[in-house]
């Protein structure tokens, strides 16, 4: 703030007297320029107040505006001087920024006078201001800084002069109690923000540090899983709230409650309140089966029991369930086991450190994760002594990212901290595949990395319930409109708003309360019949109010990995190039290889004898080359050998065995090139030659274990693994003299997504000879093996039965050639600048002119009828979406092989797209290809969201099949969202795991595969199967079923809400607009109850065509989604029909029974009921025998009723001829023109379902 600047005030609050509100004027003087720096501080200080701008404008204007506010707050003679102040403070600003520095000091008295003079007038005047000045001016050179004035006028105002600055303030006596009143006011305000603030606010995430040896004293979440809608506070409110967001549940609570009020009161109470309060009485008990269902199985996985180390503790463990787990905690985890909460793995069963996780429940990914221990924990050697620490862990705030993760590991003895990385976790919801686990529990509950990656539970309303709570504010507006039509009418004198009101009673039976009752008990039996399905057993309901959602799916996005398939991989064929193999001919390799054991074995004695003399002298024998020399004089069977041989030596797969009486177990951790992840070895079985132990293996791709099962099956066995050496054991006809062949592993490259390959380089230990053998997708192989033929064809055909391809390939080096090598490579690996690509450069220097040995086909195995499965919902029209967090070319292949994408359909990958210029690209050249499937990453899909989503979605939803692959959780509720939004269509979610549940909660209809890997999606799906295969007769069946049953249920209670509304009016209109009920007391109750209940019921029971029919003419399911059995065109015929039929029936009992009018209501009645139940018959399409049951049994419960109620039926009337045969004319006369349109209609545009038979 500039020097001559002079800011002006206003103190609202209290002071520390509590009795005084201040004024502040301001004034800085600069002393000399040194203290310019001070000033400007100050001025920095008082930028956070408030300042009154200058104003322009003449004097008048200036002090009236400034007196009005401080009139009101001070009293008008204050506010007048304060507004004279203020103005000649801003006149002085303008005057002192346009004058010179060199007359500051003239601007300077100026302004003093000025305000003195102002203070002055406003003295003399009995305003009661005064005003002390500070520093030295023309006028008063005797003021002296410090000094203070005495007390002005009443002691309503005195001025303290600042003595460092030279600022005035001028203070005034104020209202103490308005004062006070202000002071609770703020009070009251803060401790509600505060409440609000610490209630309803999210919580705040941020940074911890967990000590280790030390108890945590922050609050945490609970470690609970929660699917609940409700707890015990909320669960009344909300089941209340969802239900009167209905317009028609709150249009019939507002009807009941205005029976309270005698004027407006037609009939009894209990005509409104009895249906209202059944319909919340059913709704309210299903949502409470619905949730503690939920909190049931809540409680199942909150049960979990886990080993907690304690040092109090017999054992040095406690058991506790996952949900007692808090912060800080160290837990172990066992073999298989969930990993409860979100861990810094501090211990390992592995010497190493290492150990091998199950993710595919968070990320949805097959390949294990490989997972270090915190280096200073793993070197103590017993888990109780990480209690005797004294050290602590600073962890980040909690995200949802599953890739990445920072903290820090820190010692109190001041020893150099410890950084960790996602490698040193184990998050929620993984499971550990071998081993045991000791960590620290970091995250709980809601902060963990699976439940941030999920969606809160919401409550699901069906489309066909929105256009139901469509078509009823219609009928209201109907209502309104026939009320004011009948007051028009009737006129408006009078008390016209309580006869008003007395029509909309009288017609409020259009909009039926029963409709929400038939539509819930609906729903129910749906659930009912799914559930006890044959042909889809242990199929669960979960949600009851969303089934007929099913019938009405254009899209479905399911998971990959334990959804299509089983997440087994099974050796199908090898290809060798001059012969191929399969399951039928697998046995004849076996064979090869045990007859080339005779040579192998005499081969081995051969390299002993040699080793032998050459231990002896004669070093110049070097021991021969298995099948080596002349490619023409290799016995038969060689280049099976060698295949075999490459595949059981090419991998990174550890042998495990559970016997622990026949092994002995060492570890070690390879560390290879660039990548520091580690592959756990397991060695020394003892006792090789036992063939009663069978082999377990453990890797981080299931694709190579089935590479290696399928070597010990031909008869080559993978025995024993560590660091730097591998034993293979190979079948002998005599199994008791089975050959062990040694081998030293020199150097291990392992699989990346770039390079999309692995090689490794070994040392036969008898011969000396170096081989390196390479494997990897056929796209980068195809350049570095010899040329060929073959390989190119053949890959391809196998990828066309959707099968997972690997080239196999070998080069034998020499001693000079692996040195070499080595040198380089190893002068690579010390390079600090380019080091990876460096190291990739001297690696692609040993791939070149590789032999190539085979190509290898390995099936994901797919979950049963999954092909037919995906067939059907193709030719019914739903367009499936598949959503994995798989790799990419594991997605390609699932996608061929289930036959999501069809044998006659291309295939479009979307390249990698980083920028927008990339998207732009190749949404460009995905346009071009009509009729091709898309295949996307999770990263391609957000830049393409980010700068060109509408025509993405577009070009994405008119696709006949999408595959994103590499997909967060939270990125397939996205793409969910995305799809709803963009088509407004209804989506269908089905997965297997942790991973999927926020696709399934966020979809209309979310369905859960139960499955060996867990239930949480089972848990949080609205629907649960046991295999994907029952999601089309759902669909099909099922989801038509309820669809077509709930839009003719709802579609008939309208009717017969219409037709009796008909009715009134018409009779209101004849008996001289009279506000009369036309059926009083319990007729109106049993017309929609005993007497129609049960056959409009019935139709839930009908169905348009069989379940054979349905799933063999799938088309039939694509007219369901465009909503025809239920629009407004339908509406608006059953109001047709209500109209016709009311008016019939009321105007021919008016004409036929004129001389006994006194009859009208039995008359009237009487056919109403007829009509209803012949509608029912015309309506139904299959008859069931229930359906006649309850035709009989409504018919029954009526003619009980003439003879019993005498009240409203005379019975010797209703006995005569005249009343039966006038009662059957009209009736006749009400449906038989509808039963020939229907007829008509049938025979000359019959639907589809009626072409098929």
């Not at 006149?91 to 003239?106: L, Q, T």
Request: charged share 20%.
């Amino acid at each position: 703030m500039a020097d001559n600047n002079v800011p002006l005030r206003d103190f609202d609050e209290e002071s520390e007297t509590d009795s005084e509100t201040e004024l502040l004027i301001r004034r800085d003087v600069p002393s000399s320029s040194g203290s310019s720096n001070n000033n400007h501080g100050r001025g920095k200080r008082r930028k956070s107040s408030m300042g009154y701008s200058g104003a322009d404008g003449d004097v008048g204007a200036g002090s009236s505006a400034a007196g009005s506010f401080l009139g009101n707050l001070f009293g008008h003679s204050l506010g007048s001087a304060a507004g004279q102040i203020r103005y000649r403070n801003e006149r002085s600003r303008e005057r002192a920024k346009n004058s010179n520095s060199s007359h500051g000091s003239s601007s300077v008295s100026k302004l003093a006078q000025l305000t003195h003079t102002s203070s002055g007038a406003g003295s003399g005047s009995g305003s009661g201001v005064g005003v002390g000045i500070g520093g030295t001016t023309q006028g008063d050179s005797a003021a002296t800084p410090g000094a203070v004035p005495s007390d002005l006028a009443n002691g309503g105002a005195h001025g303290v002069v600042d003595p460092e600055n030279g600022s005035s303030t001028v203070f005034y006596q104020h209202n103490r109690r308005k004062s006070k009143s202000r002071s609770i006011g703020n009070i009251c305000k803060v401790c509600l923000c505060s409440c609000w603030r610490k209630w309803f606010r999210p919580r705040e995430l941020r940074a911890r540090t967990v000590n280790l040896g030390r108890v945590n004293t922050e609050k945490f979440p609970p470690n609970e899983i929660r699917n609940q809608k409700y707890n015990f506070i909320t669960f009344l409110p909300l089941v209340l709230f969802e239900q009167f967001r209905f317009f028609l549940n709150l249009y019939f609570l507002l009807m009941a409650l205005s029976q309270f009020i005698p004027d407006i009161r037609i009939g009894y109470p209990y005509t409104y309140w009895g249906p209202l309060g059944f319909v919340l009485m059913v709704t309210i008990c299903r949502e409470a089966v619905d949730d503690l269902r939920r909190h049931q199985r809540d409680h199942e996985v909150n049960s979990q029991k886990y080993k907690r180390l304690s040092a109090t503790s017999t054992g040095g463990y406690e058991m506790v369930p996952s949900s007692k787990l808090k912060v800080g905690d160290v837990i172990i985890v066992e073999k298989n086991e969930r990993v409860p909460a979100d861990l810094i793995l501090l211990r390992t069963s592995d010497r190493s450190g290492s150990v091998f996780v199950r993710t595919d429940q968070l990320d949805g990914e097959t390949d294990w994760k490989p997972r270090l221990a915190v280096p200073y924990t793993q070197k103590l050697s017993r888990d109780s002594e990480l209690h005797s620490i004294d050290a602590s862990f600073y962890v980040e705030k909690p995200q949802n990212d599953i890739h990445s993760f920072i903290a820090t590991f820190c010692m109190t003895d001041g020893s150099e901290d410890t950084g960790l990385s996602v490698e040193n976790t184990l998050w929620a919801n993984t499971v550990v595949a071998a081993g045991t686990a000791t960590g620290i529990v970091i995250y709980t509950g809601c902060e963990t990395r699976s439940v941030m990656n999920n969606s809160q539970p919401r409550s699901k309303v069906g489309l066909l319930d929105m256009e139901i709570n469509g078509l009823t504010k219609v009928l209201f507006c109907a209502v309104l409109g026939l009320s004011l039509v009948m007051m028009m009418l009737k006129g408006f004198g009078g008390p016209w708003y309580r006869y008003m009101f007395r029509f909309v009673l009288l017609f409020s039976y259009i909009i039926p309360i029963s409709l929400r009752v038939n539509l819930d008990m609906g729903k129910a039996f749906y659930s009912w019949q799914m559930q006890n399905d044959s042909n889809i057993q242990g199929t669960v309901v979960r949600s009851t109010t969303i089934p007929e959602e099913l019938g009405r799916i254009s899209y479905v996005l399911t998971d990959k990995t334990g959804t299509l398939t089983q997440n087994e991989m099974v050796f199908k064929k090898i290809h060798l190039g001059i012969v191929s193999h399969d399951a039928d001919t697998f046995h004849h390799i076996g064979q090869m290889i045990q007859k080339l054991s005779g040579n192998i074995l005499q081969q081995q004695q051969q390299q002993g004898s040699v080793s032998s003399s050459s231990s002896s002298g004669e070093s110049n024998n070097k021991p021969p080359i298995m099948f080596a020399g002349n490619r023409m004089r290799r016995p038969e069977g060689w280049r099976e050998w060698e295949a075999v041989r490459a595949l059981a030596l090419c991998h990174n797969v550890t042998p495990v065995s559970d016997d622990e009486d026949n092994r002995s177990v060492s570890t070690a951790s390879t560390v290879t090139g660039g990548n520091n992840s580690p592959t756990k070895s397991v060695i020394n079985i003892e006792a090789p030659g036992s063939t009663d132990t069978e082999h377990q293996y453990q890797a981080a791709s299931p694709d190579e274990i089935a590479l290696v099962k399928w070597t010990e099956q031909v008869g080559l066995t993978l025995i024993a693994r560590d660091l730097n050496t591998m034993t293979l054991q190979v079948k002998t006809p005599n199994d008791d003299n089975d050959i062990l062949l040694h081998y030293q592993i020199l150097q291990l490259f392992p699989f990346t997504s770039e390079s999309k390959r692995m090689g490794i380089i070994v040392r036969e230990s008898k011969t000396g000879q170096i081989t390196f053998y390479l494997k990897g997708a056929d796209v980068v192989m195809s350049s570095i093996v010899q040329y060929n033929d073959w390989l190119s064809e053949e890959s391809g055909n196998m990828a066309r039965e959707g099968l997972r391809t690997l080239v196999v390939a070998k080069k034998v080096l020499t001693e000079e050639q692996y040195s070499d090598f080595e040198m380089r490579y190893n002068a690579a690996r010390l390079s600090i600048t380019d080091r990876v690509a460096k190291v990739a450069a001297v690696t692609e220097s040993l791939e070149r002119e590789l032999e190539l040995l085979c190509l290898t086909g390995v099936e994901d195995r797919l979950q049963e009828n999954v092909r037919p499965t995906l067939e059907l919902l193709r030719n019914a029209g739903v367009r499936v979406w598949m959503l994995t967090g798989d790799k990419l070319e594991t997605a390609c292949c699932i996608a061929k092989s289930s036959q999501l994408i069809g044998r006659n359909q291309g295939l479009h990958v979307l390249r990698s797209v980083k920028t927008r210029t990339d998207a732009h690209q190749e949404l460009n050249s995905f346009r071009r290809k009509q009729g091709h499937a898309l295949v996307i990453s999770g990263e391609s899909l957000e830049v393409c969201l980010q700068y060109y989503r509408p025509e993405f979605l577009e070009l994405a939803t008119a696709s006949p099949a999408v595959v994103c692959c590499r997909c967060s959780p939270t990125q397939k509720a996205q793409v969910v969202a995305l799809i709803q939004k963009h088509t407004g269509k209804r989506t269908c979610a089905v997965g297997d795991g942790g991973n999927d549940v926020s696709m399934i909660q966020q979809a209309d209809a979310g369905v859960g595969i139960e499955g060996r890997e867990g239930r949480q999606a089972s848990l949080a799906g609205d629907f649960s199967i046991p295999q994907f295969s029952h999601i089309a007769k759902l669909l099909l069946i099922h989801g038509r079923r309820s669809y077509k049953r709930s839009a003719a249920l709802s579609q008939f209670v309208i009717h017969r809400g219409l037709i009796i509304t008909t009715l009134q009016a018409v009779f209101s209109a004849v008996f001289y607009l009279s506000s009369v009920a036309l059926y009083q007391g319990f007729l109106m109750v049993g017309y929609s109850t005993l007497y129609t209940m049960f056959p409009v019921f019935s139709l839930v029971l009908d169905q348009d065509i069989t379940s054979e029919t349905a799933v063999t003419y799938p088309e039939l399911y694509k007219d369901l989604s465009k909503g025809r059995s239920l629009s407004y065109k339908t509406f608006f015929i059953w109001v047709l029909i209500s109209i016709y039929q009311g008016g019939v029936i009321m105007y021919g009992a008016l004409i036929l029974f004129v001389d006994e009018f006194i009859h009208i209501v039995a008359i009237s009645f009487s056919a109403l009921i007829m009509t209803e139940l012949i509608m029912v018959a015309l309506t139904v399409r299959t008859w069931h025998r229930l359906m006649v049951l309850a035709e009989l049994f409504s018919l029954a419960l009526y003619l009980i009723s003439l003879a019993v109620l005498h009240e409203y039926f005379d019975w010797e009337f209703i006995w005569s001829y005249d009343f039966l045969w006038k009662v059957s004319l009209i009736t006749l006369v009400s449906c038989l023109p509808l039963y020939i349109i229907k007829f008509l209609r049938k025979k000359c545009s019959p639907p589809s379902y009626l072409k098929l038979s």
